[in-house]
């Protein structure tokens, strides 16, 4: 089963809002990943952390490495309607070894 | 350049028949991925391939799951008996060695057994 709780499990936002998700583990990762996977379509990467405390950006995304390497953080600003979608965190322990995936955040926006 | 390619997009099958799916990664891509996405989760690993060797399998249910990667190119995956429960998306990626950032989705199968 999988391992990753993203929370909140789905978000209803008005055009323009910023947008907060995140995923938890009770154990250890040391790569973590974020996804967006639209209709019919296969997880695309967004966003890639290879060190605890890690702050990247990916245009209007921000997503970070919890210090604690059990959790991240992902923040959209300024939401666009494009932007619907649902948002997958991963985890990979260590270099070759399988990602462990999250259930997903599902992210409508209204014009 | 083509990304990965998957075949068939949908398929409706009876529960007990047999189904096969069908896989192209990007050219060059020696590390090839099945896993299967349940509704309203995220992507389960059911097997890795390194060119055309499995060299993670301990998820893929051996008693009616197969899967071949002839030529360590394109890769196909079979369930025979299908059941009820195997309804899912069934997604193969690919990537040029093991770095996930370097892993590439196809579309996806979507399985519906009835």
């Known amino acids: 089963g999988q391992q990753l709780n993203q929370s909140p499990q789905s978000m209803f936002i008005q055009e323009g809002e910023d947008v907060s998700m995140n995923c938890t583990s009770s154990s250890i990762f040391n790569t973590w990943l974020w996804y967006k996977q639209d209709p019919g379509e296969g997880p695309v990467l967004l966003i890639a952390?290879?060190?605890?405390?890690e702050l990247t950006s990916n245009g209007r995304l921000t997503a970070q490495f919890g210090i604690t390497r059990k959790d991240s953080f992902l923040n959209i600003s300024a939401s666009i309607p494009s932007d619907v979608g649902i948002y997958f965190c991963a985890g990979q322990r260590n270099a070759g070894n399988m990602l462990t995936f999250g259930g997903g955040t599902r992210l409508m926006v209204k014009p | 350049e083509a990304g990965v390619v998957q075949s068939p997009r949908y398929k409706i099958i009876e529960k007990k028949q047999p189904v096969a799916f069908w896989c192209n990664p990007i050219s060059g891509h020696n590390t090839l991925y099945w896993y299967r996405q349940n509704l309203g989760q995220g992507p389960e690993l059911l097997i890795r391939y390194e060119n055309e060797e499995a060299v993670d399998d301990s998820q893929l249910p051996k008693d009616r799951f197969s899967a071949e990667r002839l030529k360590g190119v394109d890769s196909t995956l079979k369930i025979q008996p299908a059941e009820l429960g195997d309804s899912a998306v069934y997604l193969c990626?690919?990537?040029?060695?093991?770095?996930?950032?370097?892993?590439?989705f196809g579309s996806g199968t979507q399985l519906s057994v009835l």
């Open positions: 990626a690919s990537s040029l060695g093991t770095g996930v950032e370097k892993l590439f």
């Open positions: 952390l290879y060190k605890a405390g």
